[in-house]
């Protein structure tokens, strides 16, 4: 069974920068994709951005395109979000999640990061 733990979350002022950790485990990656969703109050829990282990291709959705990047390190079996230019409405919880290449959903999630970006 794959865990999932993330780190990094905090507190920042609009127009700076965190960075969030994934540490994942339980499993060999190779066919596995690695994302991240994030749930602000009061709205659906909404997808970020993933990375697929083997080729390291990644897709973001257009709200955070080009402000934020996704990365992997093989060795620490980690992903990485680098969120830059960050702005009040990125406030949310930001969730790992992982799942096989081939499933289109997502079958395991960590237990959530708070990142509040104040204006």
């Known amino acids: 069974q794959v865990q999932l733990v993330e780190s990094g979350g905090g507190l920042v002022q609009a127009g700076g920068s965190l960075r969030l950790s994934c540490a994942a485990s339980?499993?060999?990656?190779?066919?596995?994709?690695l994302g991240w969703f994030r749930q602000a109050p009061g709205k659906e829990r909404e997808f970020v951005a993933r990375?697929?282990?083997?080729?390291?291709?990644?897709y973001y959705a257009d709200s955070v395109k080009g402000r934020f990047t996704i990365s992997k390190d093989n060795a620490k079996n980690t992903v990485y979000l680098q969120m830059n230019s960050l702005k009040a409405e990125d406030t949310a919880v930001y969730y790992c999640?992982?799942?096989?290449?081939?499933?289109?959903?997502?079958?395991?999630w960590g237990q959530g990061t708070q990142v509040t970006v104040s204006s």
């Open positions: 990375i697929l282990w083997s080729s390291g291709s990644t």
């Open positions: 339980g499993r060999t990656f190779s066919a596995y994709k």
């Open positions: 999640a992982g799942a096989s290449i081939v499933a289109s959903g997502w079958s395991a």
